[in-house]
């Protein structure tokens, strides 16, 4: 990411980058939103003007569609680091969030409230508190159309991300995971040769080693999940004697999963300067792939464009099966 230099000062907003890139990968859930609108009203229309033509009962079938749907390959909804929300958290975030701020803080205990006070279910008194507020302050908001959703998702997670400390550049290779798997959802409407994909919202355990990033892909045949791992390393100092340490660390590591697991596909992501180019070549020999990225941790936000589209490649290819 560059810099931005006014009078001798950096004033780039890192951020801002990073959550536009995630906030555009939650277009497909949105259109998938849409979709089950379409659905249950029998309109041809978009999503803004059902919200705004629909009658409570409508409204109430269009949530409750979207809670209900079985179908495994839908698309994700995340936090500001990219951890996966469970489908009927998104579904109740997503219209939270572009009808009232803070439902998580402010919203979810008054809903805790009425289910104790009226014994009804959770998904009944979320979905009659959200059609209640659409239907009240529709007008108010005024635009349901993607631009501004966007820029509501920008806002939320944002929040989410301050309220999150620590591990950022592992949480900024989970948002590049993420990216690229909803790239491909996008194109493809689905998850290629897999049925289902659960991104792990913290590191896993392979044998001896901790996997800092990794998500599970269940084919739609067979029963054994492709194990995605991505081990990420960092270090402040630069090269020599120390990447060939950490560059052993990696490659047991990697030992270590080939011993335990016999279907998983590996990327190694580095954040570290002047990293000695034999020990990555030596790193690629027993790996998939390996990204490195010649800087400081401190400064690493993130895949740039180019990585970025290496990774949506190397996804694509591996939810295609090829």
Not at 2 to 22: G, T
Not at 76 to 85: E, K, P, S, T
Not at 125 to 144: C, G, I, P, Q
Request: charged letters at 25%; a negative charge; glycine letters at 6%.
């Amino acid at each position: 990411m560059n810099d931005l230099i006014v009078h001798q000062i950096n004033i780039a907003h890192y951020r801002l980058i990073e959550l536009a890139k995630l906030a555009d990968q939650a277009k497909p859930f949105y259109d998938w939103i849409e979709k089950h609108a379409k659905m249950a009203t029998g309109s041809h229309k978009s999503l803004n003007d059902i919200i705004f033509d629909s009658s409570k009962k409508e409204l109430k079938e269009v949530i409750l569609n979207c809670y209900a749907d079985g179908n495994e390959e839908k698309p994700f909804l995340f936090d500001g680091i990219g951890r996966v929300y469970t489908h009927s958290k998104a579904c109740f975030y997503f219209f939270a969030w572009i009808i009232r701020d803070a439902p998580q803080q402010r919203l979810a205990p008054l809903i805790a409230r009425m289910q104790k006070v009226d014994n009804v279910t959770r998904v009944i008194a979320e979905t009659d508190s959200l059609v209640e507020l659409l239907y009240e302050y529709r007008k108010v908001v005024r635009n349901f159309e993607w631009p501004t959703v966007r820029e509501i998702v920008i806002d939320r997670l944002e929040g989410s991300r301050r309220s999150i400390s620590g591990h950022h550049v592992e949480n900024n290779v989970r948002t590049g995971l993420v990216t690229a798997i909803q790239n491909f959802y996008s194109i493809y409407n689905n998850y290629g040769i897999f049925k289902r994909v659960e991104i792990a919202d913290k590191q896993v355990k392979v044998g001896k080693h901790t996997v800092d990033i990794s998500a599970k892909l269940f084919p739609k045949s067979g029963d054994t999940p492709l194990e995605l791992l991505i081990p990420v390393k960092t270090r402040e100092t630069e090269g020599g004697g120390h990447s060939h340490i950490f560059s052993r660390d990696i490659l047991a590591a990697v030992a270590d999963i080939k011993r335990e697991l016999t279907n998983y596909h590996i990327i190694v992501v580095i954040v570290a300067e002047n990293w000695s180019v034999s020990e990555i070549e030596t790193i690629t020999g027993e790996i998939d792939s390996i990204f490195h990225f010649n800087m400081s941790p401190n400064r690493f936000v993130g895949f740039d464009d180019e990585s970025q589209i290496n990774l949506n490649k190397q996804i694509e290819g591996i939810l295609k099966g090829e």
